[in-house]
């Protein structure tokens, strides 16, 4: 029995998984991807737990004064500050496994000590001006979705933690048409501003996983990717313009389609993950709302041949919207998964002549392209691409798969809170190589997969697609799933996670192509970017942030 | 009569001018043109100076020690260490009108103390650490192209000045084409990167005005746009990785097409303009050699039409690799330019007729249009946007005047040196900003020259155009031609730069979009990015370059 939802909760309407709390994943209707589970994590497929109910939880009481509550109070409006223990708990938690773990256990960690609402920027500023008579750190706010430990707010001291929720600071403050731009508050979430800039003709086209309930701000400060980033670019080339309150003042960008002037100040300030300053207004770069879309699944015999079509494209400057390429434990998965959809021309010609030709084989690969624009342009790119595909043996199986995959894009994280209560472990990891390397990197980190298992003695799957394709190379991003091991949750989490980093950081791949650093990738930032490059990046945290006021913790490796 | 060029010059083949010795703008067979300037300028045509013999030049002394000059001489070599007068003197001069100036008059500004021409980052390290025992500032030195200042070297003490020549340093060290990546070294020129990568099917697609001339590191260190960039981007998208030297050791960034891993460590190096260190190797993205190409020129009736004719194309995502718009006064001069080429379509159907149609009126303007890539796309592209040229009442011209462009595109750096021998500053500058500000940027800026102008109480001219577009604006590139005013070139070039500059800063435009920063536009840098984010740019520099010792004077305002 799934646990009762009903309760008060404003914030998160399911805090202790992902989104709609009215919506579960609907596993009973996929019996063969059921089975596919059963059989590779060796799960009996029963419910076994449950989250904790919401007001079981015991936090720790704030380190808030009460003078300083007065002040907060009287900056941000006594309605506008929040003291209370479960909304704090709330605001601990972001969307990553471990984040989840302590949700469903009700063991709180990173709690902050007060919540406050800002409606104003000066309202950020009077803040800040605060810390010359009061010790505090701040930890910006917007969705929570981060999957790295974003949210969590540490502080190695007592000084209490101040969590800035920029919910309130969603509003749209200018269109500009003919320069299709749009300057937008932060706390803005992903479908307010498509719908607002629909409504004028217009999208932004970035469409990350997280899309339904991540904000403009968290995109901006993390490098979020949508999965149309192929042809639309990330989120840090949608950024025309960037405001930023720091401790040391306020910070803008110009407001310029590009320059030659120096290091990029815009890219320094995007990225910055809240560790120097608090982004108060964001000029996107916008474009014409799409007339036609097209989708279009293609079947490989080998994964080899399906990144060899994919690097092509890419290569001919063949640049469709989507391309999503799964590898062979992936495709496996996802034929399981789409069996329960009818009608597809997989379906229909049947899975034996495919079989018969090899492109059901144990090691045939999917690929998803989608296209959006101009219908002569889609006709145009869709015709070029397919024929690339060809070229490399691949067979077009029509639209279905495209339109499943669209249909269900934002539903994946439903399932891991299904399977967390059948004790599973789910999560992803992700990142970005050249096309040399990428194969030999998949390799190895599948290998590093398996090894973790191994070492943790438990059944586990892990698969990957290639997405977010660019001409020199593309991002890997894997799924993986093992049976959990009882009360060592973290412990078993760790050590695939660090195992797979280890392997990504030593191969000179991204550390994360777009799910950020936060508390959980900070440790391997050293190795990364190198002792000077890290030293560059304090260099620029302690420039506009002298007291390590912001986000304590995250980002940048302890020094 | 030009003066004779057969002087003894190593490393730069006219060094009171542009390029190629042998070569120069032949005003004679376009005599409307000759007579169009004759008549804006007030100028008799006649040559009333030449350039000082090189000879002629007097240079200080050398500040190198003998010990350290040893000590270079055992670093580099001693072939590749420079004491020579001549040798310094060249090496302190760009290409700007001030440089030019100090050319012809054969008066010395900024001449390093040496030059050493560096085979290795070794040795580039080795220099660094001489810096415990010796004082001295050092100087990068690629193309020696720079318009803005980048070339000279200014030590406000009395440490000499090492110029590092990156000449020697011209190797492709590697090219991965299956990643389609080529690692570069900072010394190799346009031409024969351009040439080495053609001959595997490849290339850069990185042709700024100084293509001939200009060297790789010369092009990230100061963020160069080429004529193909509204497709192809800026010279700073085209980077994959990239290594310095630093006074305090080696940064170099991962090589990965993308991530989300705090602030762009890449876009901070990028653009540093040798003030934080020397780039020592670049991995350029780079993308097949185009099959097909083709030009067209659209005439339309008022500079608005063809702005919202070339809006509309790239908010519409038809992007031709050049679009050139120039604006009335531009159009004026090309079409008196152009006038000596005979055949072309415009010629053929006669002026009279496009004059009556209103296309040749006073406000008539022409659009020029490149496509490069495989047929198919040529030609679905340039369908598109003559389309949509058409539908601002856009007349296409045919291939001539795109034909003409193409050819003399490299060419007009050498008028500029006859304009010199006439008494004539000619200059450019640029700018770029957002749709809506531009058509108001563009007058207001033809207006700052039109009261420099009277000021001055010089006859002047100056045009525009535009390039380099984005989906949310576009650059402005102006040149501007006044009588010079004898012994006072340098007052009366300032002056003019000062108006024109102030207004685009004013304006929030961007204060460079490709010529870089340098010497001569430093001093608005505090404006351009205000306080504190002059003081991060700083901090960076302070953390890589603590004693100072990179391009004293470059970039960053004095503080």
């Given at each position: 029995m799934w646990p009762d939802l009903s309760c008060d909760v404003k914030l998160s309407s399911k805090w202790w998984g992902w989104g709609d709390a009215s919506k579960s994943y609907d596993l009973e209707t996929r019996p063969r991807f059921f089975r596919f589970l059963q059989e590779k994590l060796e799960i009996t497929g029963e419910i076994i737990q449950q989250p904790v109910s919401l007001d079981s939880v015991k936090v720790s009481g704030t380190r808030v004064e009460e003078a300083f509550a007065r002040r907060l109070m009287n900056i941000f409006g006594e309605e506008n500050v929040q003291l209370d223990d479960k909304e704090r708990f709330l605001h601990s938690l972001g969307k990553g496994y471990l984040d989840l773990i302590r949700g469903w256990k009700g063991a709180p960690s990173g709690v902050p000590d007060v919540v406050v609402y800002p409606t104003s920027e000066s309202q950020i500023e009077r803040l800040f001006s605060e810390s010359a008579q009061w010790s505090f750190v701040v930890v910006p706010y917007g969705g929570a979705?981060?999957?790295?430990?974003?949210?969590?707010?540490?502080?190695?001291?007592?000084?209490?933690?101040?969590?800035?929720?920029?919910?309130?600071?969603n509003k749209i403050l200018e269109v500009d048409g003919r320069s299709v731009l749009a300057k937008v508050q932060p706390g803005c979430l992903g479908p307010e501003l498509e719908k607002a800039l629909n409504a004028t003709g217009l999208t932004l086209g970035h469409f990350p996983q997280s899309f339904e309930y991540s904000s403009v701000g968290g995109w901006v400060a993390t490098r979020s990717a949508g999965y149309e980033s192929t042809r639309y670019g990330k989120i840090e080339e949608m950024v025309e313009n960037l405001r930023l309150v720091t401790p040391m003042g306020i910070i803008e960008t110009p407001l310029v389609p590009a320059s030659a002037t120096g290091p990029d100040l815009l890219q320094i300030l995007v990225g910055s993950e809240g560790t120097i300053g608090a982004i108060t207004s964001v000029t996107l770069k916008l474009r014409k709302a799409p007339q036609s879309r097209s989708y279009v699944g293609v079947l490989f015999k080998t994964f080899t041949d399906g990144i060899e079509a994919v690097r092509e494209m890419m290569q001919k400057e063949i640049i469709p919207n989507v391309i999503r390429l799964s590898d062979p434990n992936e495709t496996k998965a996802s034929l399981a998964l789409a069996s329960h959809n009818h009608g597809s021309l997989i379906e229909r010609i049947g899975t034996w002549y495919l079989t018969r030709r090899g492109y059901f084989g144990s090691e045939g690969v999917v690929l998803i392209l989608a296209f959006e624009g101009s219908p002569e342009w889609v006709d145009f790119e869709r015709k070029r691409a397919l024929a690339t595909c060809r070229s490399f043996g691949g067979f077009s199986a029509g639209s279905g798969p495209g339109r499943i995959w669209y249909k269900e894009r934002f539903d994946l994280p439903y399932l891991r809170d299904k399977l967390m209560g059948m004790g599973v472990l789910a999560d992803t990891l992700e990142t970005a190589t050249t096309w040399s390397r990428l194969p030999g990197l998949h390799s190895k980190i599948m290998e590093a997969f398996t090894s973790a298992?191994?070492?943790?003695?438990?059944?586990?799957?892990a698969m990957a697609h290639i997405s977010h394709e660019y001409r020199t190379g593309a991002s890997l991003y894997f799924t993986f799933m093992a049976k959990q091991l009882a009360d060592r949750e973290e412990e078993e989490w760790r050590l695939i996670k660090n195992r797979v980093t280890d392997v990504i950081v030593k191969a000179g791949a991204s550390l994360s192509h777009h799910h950020g650093i936060g508390v959980e990738h900070a440790k391997w930032m050293g190795e990364y970017y190198g002792p000077l490059g890290i030293r560059v990046l304090k260099a620029v945290k302690h420039e506009l942030d002298p007291m390590a006021i912001m986000n304590p913790d995250k980002l940048l490796p302890a020094s």
């Open positions: 979705t981060s999957v790295v430990g974003g949210v969590e707010s540490h502080t190695k001291d007592a000084k209490p933690v101040v969590c800035l929720d920029f919910k309130l600071m298992f191994q070492e943790l003695h438990v059944s586990g799957y």
